[in-house]
C-alpha cells in the first residue's frame, strides 16, 4: 500500500531523517573507501566490515581500500573468516594502526597489502593468544573421511600462528612463544617484527610526494631496489629528491645494506646450483663398513661449495635472512633449503622453519628430518603429521645433509 503524502507543514516521519544523519558518516568513508574497525571483533561486526571491503573492491578493483584498526580482537574464526577476505578482493587492502591492537585484530592489521601496513607513532600492538583459541577452526566437509580421530587438524591457535608467521617473515614457534608471553610491540619494534611495513611520521610539505612512500612486497622502497640493482645513477637521483636512506624494511635492513644482500643471495643460488643434480642423499647407500663415516656426495664441487657456504657465514644476520628468503623465492626451493642447512647458521633456524611451513613438501621434510638439527626434525615430524605423511630416518638418523656441514 502507498504511503499518503504529508500534509503542508507536516515534517514526516522523523525515523528516516534520523536514520539518514546516522548513516551520512559511514556513507562518506565509504565514498572514501575507508573502513573503520574501532571495536572487538565479533560476528556479526565482522560481518559488516567483510560486506564493505566486498561492496568496495566489487564497485572499483583498482582503487585501495583503507582499513583504520583499533581493536583488541575476539572470535579466532571471526578474525581468519576476515583475513580471507582481504586476501581475496582484486583491489589492496592498506591498513592502519591507530590504537591498542592485540590478538585477532593484529592477525587483521598484518593481512593487508604487503608494503601498504601502517602504524601510527601512538598504536601499540599486543601479541596474544585469542581467548578461544583451543576451539578447532570449523572442520571441512570431508575430515570424518580424512581424520576419523581428529589427528592432523590443526588447532585454532597454531593456525593463527602459521598465518602469522607467514605475514611476518617469523617462525612458527617464535610466533607461538611470544603469544604466550603476550609480547607487545611499538611502532618501530612492529616494524621490525613485520607487522607493518611503514610508520606514519609527520607529512612533507605539500607538493612534495615522497619517493619512499609506495613499498614492495618485502617493505621495500625504490632507493631499496636501486641499491638491490646497484643503480648509482637512480641512487642519486632519489635521494636527490629526498629518499631516506635510513628507512628500513621488514627484515630490518637499510637500502644501503640491499648491495650486501644481493652478494649474498647470488652466493646461495651458486650454492644450490651445485646441489647434486640427482637431488637426493638417498642414492649414496649405507656405509660399506661399520664405524665407517658415509661419504658426503650433496656437492658437484666440494671445494667451491665449501668456499661459498664460509662466505655465507660471514654475511650480517639480517642480510642472510633477506637473501635466504629471495633466493627460496627465484630457486629451486629444495636445492636452496638443503644449501641453508649445510651453511649452518644458528638465527635462520625460525626462518627455515617458517619455510617449511611455505614450500615444504615430503622430501623437503624428510631432509629436515636427517639433517641433525633437533629443532628442524621436529619441524619436520610436525609437518608430516599435518599433512598426512610418512617420513623416514636414514641409517638411524645420520646422513650426510648434515647441519653446518657445508
Known sequence: MTEPWPAPGDP?????ADRTEQERPREQSSRQRTIL????????????????????????????????IESVGGPVQAGLDLVDVIASVGCDVATYATGLISDMGLLVL????????HAFPQARLVLRRPPDARVMRRPPPDAAERFPDDRGMRSALREVALVTAERTGRGVERVLADMRAERSFGPEEALAYGFVDEVVHQRKPLGQKPPDRDRDADGGTLLHQAYYTGDRSAVEALLARGADAGLRNRFGLTPPLMAEVR???????????????????????????????????????????AGLCALLRGHDPDVYAFALARAVRVGEPRA???????????????????????????????DYLN???????????????????????????????RWGTG
Open 110 to 117: 598484518a593481512a593487508g597489502a604487503r608494503g601498504k601496513r
Open 336 to 366: 636452496v633449503l638443503r644449501s641453508a642447512i649445510k651453511v649452518g647458521r644458528p638465527e635462520s633456524l625460525d626462518q627455515l622453519e617458517a619455510l617449511l611451513d611455505r614450500y615444504g613438501t615430503a622430501e623437503i621434510a624428510t
Open 371 to 401: 639433517c641433525g638439527s633437533r629443532g628442524l626434525a621436529d619441524a619436520g615430524r610436525r609437518w608430516a603429521r599435518e599433512h598426512r605423511y610418512e617420513i623416514q630416518t636414514w641409517f638411524g638418523g645420520g646422513g650426510p645433509g
Open 37 to 68: 574497525l574501532g571495536r572487538a571483533l565479533e560476528p556479526g561486526g565482522t560481518e559488516r566490515i567483510a560486506a564493505e571491503v566486498l561492496s568496495l573492491a566489487r564497485d572499483d578493483s583498482l582503487t585501495d581500500i583503507v582499513l583504520l
Open 12 to 16: 514526516g516521519p522523523q525515523r528516516s
Open 263 to 305: 652478494t649474498a643471495e647470488s652466493q646461495l643460488l651458486d650454492l644450490a646450483g651445485l646441489v647434486h643434480p640427482s637431488h637426493s642423499w638417498e642414492h649414496i647407500g649405507p656405509p660399506a663398513y661399520p664405524g665407517v663415516p658415509m661419504p658426503d656426495r650433496t656437492w658437484t664441487d666440494s671445494g667451491s661449495a
